[in-house]
């Protein structure tokens, strides 16, 4: 068993691109809706993919604008993107974006995650992971952004993250309780998505446990081709009680082939719920977060 973390250690060493660092700060890149459309509570569709680093290839554009148009997701929530550092490309004609990075590239790039909708949040928030990958010596990122439902005023939580990798159990279960900390202060529907790389059964427990105190329940899919590591699936979506699944609706789409991880989707209903309030959605903390438009 202590071959595995020196492999892991060797196919992160492999598989980065230059020297990354980390950023700085903690810090959002935003760039918004064309036209703002507004986020929908009886038919809220979500759409969350590990893109490994695609962003700019033809291949990947080509799968994501297919599912973009035949599936139409008011929310993206996007892992290992890749953007310049200064120009902010659109996404796609509907969607506004917030970008969260935990990698500086030697050519200035910025990798991390995204955030996509077709209106501007109220509130957003990159969270780095206190602890840090080997060799690379990286956080991991989650990003929180806040948006109104309509007709209902609620403020709906998107939490996006990128767990950390090639870590013990408790350094995972030390990133997962800062999120976790930090999702339970709102009060209203809150969806949890990302790459959670839980490739263990100790990692998927650690995450069931966080859940689970959130009042979160997993989205189920019948053909379900997530991608796995050691028989376990990376990539998960999360809802809370108020947020019900419409039916048919969680699928896997098995066929792409631009990333090593396959897209999901997901369409919501909002239903309310006893703690549910239409008036007090959540603040995010007031720590400084530099924010570019």
């Not at 068993?1 to 250690?9: F, G």
């Not at 992160?12 to 459309?37: F, K, N, R, W, Y």
């Not at 080997?134 to 209902?152: M, R």
């Amino acid at each position: 068993m202590r071959l595995l973390p020196l492999l892991a250690s060797l196919l992160l060493v492999l598989s980065l691109s230059g020297c990354p660092m980390p950023p700085e700060h903690a810090v959002t890149l935003d760039h918004p809706a064309p036209i703002a459309q507004a986020l929908p509570d009886d038919d809220l569709r979500l759409l969350n993919w590990n893109i490994y680093k695609k962003l700019d290839t033809a291949e990947w554009q080509h799968e994501f604008g297919g599912l973009i148009n035949d599936f139409r997701p008011q929310l993206i929530t996007l892992q290992e993107t890749n953007l310049p550092s200064v120009l902010l490309p659109p996404l796609t004609s509907e969607h506004g974006y917030v970008f969260a990075p935990n990698l500086v590239l030697n050519d200035n790039t910025l990798s991390g995650v995204m955030t996509a909708a077709t209106i501007t949040p109220t509130e957003q928030l990159s969270l780095l992971s206190d602890v840090k990958e080997p060799i690379s010596n990286t956080p991991k990122v989650a990003l929180i952004t806040e948006y109104q439902l309509t007709p209902s005023n609620q403020t709906l939580l998107v939490a996006n993250i990128h767990a950390i990798n090639f870590v013990s159990n408790r350094d995972f279960a030390t990133q997962v309780q800062g999120l976790e900390t930090r999702l339970a202060r709102h009060r209203g529907p809150m969806i949890l998505s990302g790459d959670f790389n839980t490739w263990s059964p100790a990692r998927l427990k650690l995450l069931a446990q966080a859940t689970a105190r959130l009042g979160l329940q997993p989205v189920s899919f019948s053909d379900d081709e997530r991608t796995r590591f050691f028989g376990s699936p990376l990539d998960h979506i999360f809802h809370s009680r108020d947020l019900v699944v419409q039916p048919g609706s969680a699928r896997v789409f098995e066929q792409t082939q631009s990333s090593d991880h396959q897209p999901m989707l997901v369409g919501f209903r909002y239903v309310g719920s006893d703690y549910a309030d239409a008036t007090n959605g959540s603040k995010l903390d007031d720590r400084t977060i530099q924010t570019v438009e």
